[in-house]
Structure formats: C-alpha cells, structure tokens
C-alpha cells in the first residue's frame, strides 16, 4: 500500500515548455486535490477533483488543467510554464464521508 | 470564506521545554481542525484533528491541541519538546462533510530545535 504516489520528484522546465505532474493513489479514495505550496504562503487549492469525471477550480487554477484520469489518478498539466509556477506541488487525496486528506511526497518544479 | 492564520513565523524552542504553536481559524459554522507536520524535503502528515466532541485531542509524536471556539483557536501543544521535532507545522481548516472538504491552510510554523 503505497499511499499517494507523485512523479516526477523534481522537474526544471524553461519559459514556455509544457509538462504534466502525475498523482495516483491506491486507497480507493473518491476525492483527489493539487496544492502548490510556496515560501510565506502555506499551501493553495489549484484544482480539486470531488469524485471521477468530476474537477472543480480552487484559488490557484490560472496556467493549470487537470485531468482526472481514473479513479486512482489524478494529473496536473502546466501547457505553458513561467517563472511563477516555480513551486512545490502536492498531491492529496480523501475517502468520502472523511474529512481527513492524505498527502503525496510532493514534485519540486523549477522554472526557468 | 474559510482563513487561517498561524502567527508565528518561526519559532526555537530547547529540547526538552514545552512548546506551543498558535492557530486562529475564521469559518462561519463548526470547523474541521487540522494540524500537519512537515519535515525537510517530505509531503505531510497529519498530527490531529479535530470534528466534533471533546475539545482536547491527542495526535501523534506526543502532541495534542485544544479547540476554542470562543477564541477561534486551535493551538497545538507538546509538553517536551524532541529534536526530532523540527519542522514546518501547518494548521488547516475544512469545510462541512458532504462537499469537496477543500482545506484552507496557515502560512506555517517552522520550529527549530535546539539541544
């Protein structure tokens, strides 16, 4: 039982390249979310995905989408990276009828 | 809308002496308390939370935290602090069960350790 799964550990991209973070859980959680978490600001909600076939936008969603693939998986795409979206991002997900979620190792993204 | 706020930024503290770290939530009904822990490099893990009933919870690693709801906190407390103990502690709130249960976090508190 691994948990939550995220891939890559660590990505530098440069200005204007694509790429798409991976999440996949395998407790048979409903809910799936992305945080990214930056210095002095704690984590924010980017997306939120409540059940399968199901995602919402959270504070953060501009330059990102969000596919939810299945119910184990969860992915994250950056179409066009900036130097702003330099950041750690978080995977999580929840059981329905919880309210507890349970976190990813996370993917350090450097933009350059 | 859901905030949470941790006034310290940073905090040191002996091994060996008491810690608490402070969390003041503002949620228009009854909120679903968190703290979580995260080391150097790692994701996070829960430490406690906090639904319903006795306003004293006990987590893991030692801590506990206490609900206030007529100060809107939510502070997390270790009565001997351990080396091991340092890290960044976030405090979260959520909303009611039945939606997404999105979390709102505090900016953190990064504990440093002392020996």
């Known amino acids: 039982n691994a948990g939550v799964t995220q891939t890559p550990k660590f990505q530098v991209l440069k200005t204007g390249q694509s790429m798409t973070l991976q999440c996949a859980q395998d407790m048979n959680h409903n809910s799936m979310y992305w945080y990214r978490q930056d210095p002095g600001m704690g984590l924010r909600l980017i997306y939120y995905s409540a059940s399968e076939g199901t995602t919402d936008k959270g504070e953060v969603p501009n330059g990102y989408n969000v596919s939810r693939l299945n119910k184990r998986e969860f992915s994250l795409r950056l179409e066009s990276a900036a130097p702003s979206q330099t950041s750690v991002y978080f995977c999580a997900s929840r059981r329905t009828g919880e309210e507890t979620q349970y976190f990813g190792p996370g993917t350090r993204l450097l933009v350059l | 809308a859901q905030s949470v706020t941790q006034p310290d930024i940073h905090i040191t503290v002996s091994e060996g002496a008491s810690l608490e770290l402070r969390c003041n939530y503002s949620?228009?009904?009854?909120?679903?308390l968190f703290w979580y822990v995260q080391s150097p490099g790692q994701g996070l893990q829960l430490l406690l939370k906090?639904?319903?009933?006795?306003?004293l919870v006990q987590g893991i690693k030692g801590f506990e935290a206490e609900f206030k709801r007529s100060q809107s906190s939510f502070n997390l407390r270790k009565p001997s602090v351990h080396w091991s103990d340092a890290a960044e502690y976030f405090c979260?709130?959520?909303?009611?069960?039945?939606?997404?249960?999105?979390?709102?976090f505090g900016t953190g508190t990064r504990l440093q350790v002392t020996l």
């Open positions: 979260a709130v959520g909303a009611n069960p039945g939606t997404a249960s999105k979390l709102t």
């Open positions: 906090y639904f319903s009933g006795d306003t």
């Open positions: 949620y228009g009904a009854t909120p679903y």
